[in-house]
């Protein structure tokens, strides 16, 4: 399965919205009724951070301005204000079929 | 917390084996799948190995089938990432991820992650 994601790099004032795509070559709905898409942020020199599960599900502790939605094969990570701590790049990941588990290429977000 | 640490990372030449090592703490080590991940540099992450809560399914990516081996002891919260015939583009940072957030029999979503450690393969 191959993750498509849109555009490749982001420049966003701060305090303003964002929104990256993420388009799948397959539907990342399972049989079980789970949507098996994540978002994770890596910032320079650090880890990757999950930061949404199962396409709309945001992890503990992550900032709520930070949302996803889609559904099937079409994606989008919103980040409704952007901070200077947001900066990284962003990686839709699927694991509808595993193996293997595939990360898009990335999205890269900088402040102007 | 949750935290895993990497260890076994080096220079080695083509051709030649390495043995990763992940050692786990903060969370109930025998409830979660564990996946390897890792990263070439200055490229995105790419899915290594995973494996099952009980250690009895272990899942590959297409470009380490049948070179790397995954595995896991529960008794010792450790999880190692048997690594041979090592090529050039095995060149990355390994990092372990714990699974997450849910329980799930079948690796999921690398949750948690260590800080990593590099692999350099030349000659």
């Known amino acids: 399965i191959v993750l498509t994601q849109s555009p490749h790099t982001l420049s966003v004032s701060p305090g303003q919205p964002a929104a990256i795509s993420c388009k799948s070559s397959?539907?990342?709905?399972?049989?079980?009724?789970?949507?098996?898409l994540y978002w994770y942020l890596q910032r320079p020199g650090q880890p990757p951070q999950l930061l949404i599960y199962e396409a709309s599900n945001r992890i503990s502790g992550v900032p709520d301005r930070f949302s996803g939605s889609g559904s099937g094969t079409d994606f989008t990570l919103r980040i409704s204000r952007v901070e200077a701590e947001d900066v990284g790049i962003y990686y839709c990941m699927q694991s509808v079929q595993v193996p293997p588990i595939t990360f898009g290429q990335g999205t890269r977000l900088e402040i102007k | 917390q949750v935290q895993l640490v990497e260890s076994g990372g080096g220079v080695v030449q083509p051709g030649t084996s390495l043995r990763l090592s992940c050692v786990a703490s903060g969370f109930s080590f025998s409830s979660y799948a564990i996946h390897w991940v890792r990263q070439a540099p200055g490229k995105g992450p790419e899915w290594v190995a995973g494996i099952s809560p009980d250690t009895t399914k272990k899942y590959y990516g297409d470009s380490v089938r049948g070179r790397f081996t995954i595995s896991r002891d529960n008794s010792a919260n450790v999880v190692h990432l048997q690594m041979n015939t090592l090529r050039a583009d095995d060149t990355a940072v390994y990092y372990c991820?714990?699974?997450?957030?849910?329980?799930?029999?079948?690796?999921?979503?690398?949750?948690?992650w260590g800080r990593g450690t590099r692999v350099t393969v030349s000659s």
């Open positions: 991820a714990k699974d997450g957030p849910r329980i799930e029999v079948v690796p999921a979503a690398p949750g948690d």
């Open positions: 397959q539907s990342l709905l399972h049989r079980d009724k789970k949507t098996y």
